[in-house]
Each structure stands twice: as C-alpha cells, then as structure tokens.
C-alpha cells in the first residue's frame, strides 16, 4: 500500500449544516475501494477564483478537505470514477504523497496566522520615471505637424529655458501660437 494524498471542494452549505455527512461520504468511497484513512482534516472555506457550474449549481465558495491516506495503486482509478460522480463532491484531486506524512493543519494555520499579522507591502517600483520635459513634447510636437519630407527646424532657447518667439511674430499672443 502506498500513501497518497487528496484534495476535495465540497459545496460550502452543505459542509457548514452537515460536515459529518460530508465526512462520511468522502471515508465511504475510500474504504469501499480498500483505502486506509490516516488523516482528515477540514482545512478552509474560502472563496472560489472563478464560479464553478456542478449539478446545475453554481458555486461561489467552497470547503476544502485534506485527506491522508493508503490504498493500492489500482484502486486510485476507481476512486476517481466514484468522486467524479459523486454529488457531493464539487472537485478532487488525489496525488500520490512522496514526501510522506506530516501535519498539514498546523502548516495551513501558521500560514493563514502569518497572512492575519503581516500585512502586506505594495512592491517596490523597479524605476521611477519623471514627467517628460516641456521642451522634448514641444519638438516631438513640431516635427509631427512639420509636412511629409519636411523638417522643422527647433527654436532657439531664451535666457530662462523657453523657446524664443518665432521669427516675424509681432506680439507674445502669435508667438505663443494664440490666434487673434
């Protein structure tokens, strides 16, 4: 006998008003197939990712079950079938546990304590970028509305960093580019 491990999401009302039932249900099919039940422990209701349609249902949260336990290689397919078409249960997965058994729950509970105390820091930024300079837009700008083939030549700039009037403009208004 080899030692595996599950996973099982259970329809959360169903698991809050009857979990013995639950419970029950999930050892049955196991021991039916001459599965060994080590470890069962009820590890979280959370939320689900994404909604999940099950017998003309469709689930928002749900329970999850940690199940340890031994069983036949062959009897693995078996078990698949049976939680597959059980009703009872939303999803499964049973992997074959390599690393042997410890105590998942009190793994589970120090990372969902940790999770409640830390609260989380926003990540770093990788670089700050700073506003882009007047003068680049300005230049972008003008080459841009320059005609095909073209190519407008860049203002000279003033004492204080601003672009000198252009050439034959008679006020600040047209220099600015402002119409009358």
């Known amino acids: 006998m080899r030692l595996y491990e599950a996973m099982f999401l259970v329809d959360n009302n169903l698991a809050r008003t009857n979990y013995e ?6 050892k049955g099919i196991l021991e039916r197939f001459g599965g060994e039940v080590v470890q069962m422990v009820k590890w979280a209701e959370r939320r689900l990712a994404y909604r999940i349609k099950f017998n003309n249902k469709e689930y928002v949260k749900g329970t999850y079950i940690l199940v340890h ?3 036949e290689p062959d009897a693995i397919i078996k078990m698949n079938r049976q939680f597959r078409l059980s009703e009872t249960v939303i999803r499964h997965m049973i992997l074959r546990d390599e690393d ?16 409640a105390e830390e609260p989380r820091e926003k990540p770093a930024r990788a670089r700050s970028v700073s506003a882009p300079d007047e003068a680049k837009v300005a230049s972008m700008v003008g080459e841009l509305d320059a005609a095909p083939g073209e190519k407008e030549e860049k203002p000279a700039a003033g004492p204080a960093g601003e672009a000198a009037p252009e050439a034959g403009a008679s006020d600040e208004g047209e220099a ?3 119409e009358k």
């Open 69 to 71: 336990f031994n069983s």
């Open 176 to 178: 600015k580019g402002e």
């Open 100 to 115: 042997g058994l410890f105590d998942e729950s009190k793994k589970h509970d120090e990372l969902f304590e940790a999770d």
């Open 21 to 26: 039932e639950v419970e029950n249900h999930i």
